[in-house]
């Protein structure tokens, strides 16, 4: 089906998220809480637009808006750029420690914010974290308490067993909010320790013991003898793709 | 880690629990409602036992834990104190009934006073607005609380009260 989204005419099928079509396109809107691997959570806001079907407009979070009838879009006229700002001095005031808000915080010009409980705090409770520790098998982080005390953790706040050092929460974390304090030969996440396990061909520390055993275990495979790093396993594929087209 | 014979005896009765209900998730938040019942609080082998039972990662049982307000991870007092601080309630000044407990018990809300007799918690809402502001005490209904009232009822479960000056 047709829509336009500022202007530009696209197809979209139907039941396609509104943002996703909108980056296909090349129009940016800015999002937060958004990952292509999870798909819209509609947690951060920042993603609205305003949709107009027929005679009737309103304002949506294109992230979680699936595409159903022929619709105009706009995404950005002065009233959105008004609740944009708006959503932007909420989020800064919850986590004015993360860098990435503090430049949207530039960008949209916000007014002088009121005091923050925690001038470090960086997380903004979007739970893309909690997703990507889901995905993996690992469970290790949830949301603990409720209301103004909510955060991410681990169980009790300690070293969780479930953990595998993966680090995927801090990979996915929008804000930069979740910490890997790194050291020769190892590192540390949520509380817990993890040895750097070497690359068998280049030598190079790459990852844990039990990601290892994870991915293994994920791709049904056994976990034996020496492993490779991403890029020495490329070019081990590389070399034997070439000797093969060798006659 | 080898467990203590000790230990083991105190995790029967939390395994008899867990185990009257089938191992599916669906049963998670009815076998802790009895986990809490029993020990007036939910200790830490029980949510492990029941983790490993209805076959949830133990972060997922951590979280409907501390999300509820009737679930405790710290053992409650012999009396537990309620106070409700829903909108209801709070329209008609909760906040003088808790400042008034706070005072009298010396502690906050999701403390318990250092000889185990009263905690003190405060609920998002009991459902018994027209009686507002409310507070209960181990299951009994207080209604239309004053100052005054929570002095009574503390005093009526055996704390000391000091009353207050030039009344």
């Known amino acids: 089906m047709k829509i336009v989204i500022d202007g530009i005419e696209t197809a979209a099928s139907p039941g396609e998220m509104l943002l996703e079509v909108a980056r296909r396109l ?151 909010a979740i910490g890997v304090s790194r050291a020769a030969g190892h590192y540390t996440i949520w509380n817990r320790e993890f040895e750097l396990e070497r690359c068998a061909g280049c030598g190079r520390p790459f990852t844990s013991r039990p990601c290892q055993e994870r991915i293994a275990r994920l791709s049904g495979q056994e976990l034996s003898g020496a492993q490779l790093c991403p890029e020495c396993r490329k070019k081990q594929a590389g070399s034997r793709v070439a000797l093969s087209m060798i006659p | 880690m080898a467990i203590e014979p000790q230990q083991a005896a105190a995790q029967r009765p939390m395994e008899q629990i867990v185990r009257r209900y089938p191992p599916e998730q669906r049963y998670l938040l009815a076998i802790m409602q009895d986990l809490q019942k029993e020990f007036n609080y939910l200790p830490r082998e029980a949510l492990g036992l029941t983790a490993a039972h209805v076959r949830v990662p133990l ?71 027209a009686i507002a502001p409310v507070l209960v005490a181990n299951h009994k209904v207080h209604a239309k609380v004053t100052a005054a009232a929570v002095r009574e009822i503390i005093k009526s479960y055996g704390g000391r009260v000091d009353e207050p000056v030039g009344n």
């Open chain 1, 26 to 176: 090349g129009v940016r809107i800015p999002t937060l809480c958004y990952h292509e691997a999870f798909g819209g959570q509609g947690v951060c806001r920042l993603c609205l637009v305003e949709v107009t079907a027929g005679e009737v407009s309103r304002l949506v979070a294109s992230c979680t808006y699936p595409v159903t009838g022929e619709i105009e879009v706009r995404t950005t006229t002065p009233e959105i750029e008004r609740i944009r700002r708006h959503i932007i001095m909420l989020l800064h005031r919850r986590a004015p420690g993360s860098e990435f808000i503090q430049e949207l915080y530039r960008e949209y010009g916000c007014q002088e914010n009121v005091p923050a409980p925690d001038p470090d705090e960086r997380c903004i409770m979007c739970r893309l974290c909690v997703n990507a520790c889901e995905a993996v098998g690992a469970c290790a982080i949830t949301a603990v308490d409720r209301g103004t005390d909510k955060r991410i953790d681990t169980p009790y706040g300690e070293a969780s067993p479930d953990c595998i050092g993966c680090c995927a929460c801090a990979e996915v974390c929008p804000t930069k």
């Open chain 2, 59 to 129: 972060g997922k049982v951590y979280s409907m834990a501390t999300f509820y307000k009737a679930f405790s991870l710290t053992p409650r007092g012999r009396v537990s104190l309620r106070a409700c601080d829903g909108t209801a309630c709070h329209i008609k000044r909760s906040q003088v009934i808790i400042d008034e407990l706070r005072k009298c018990l010396g502690i906050q809300p999701g403390e318990t006073t250092a000889d185990g007799e009263f905690s003190l918690e405060t609920v998002n809402c009991l459902g018994a607005c």
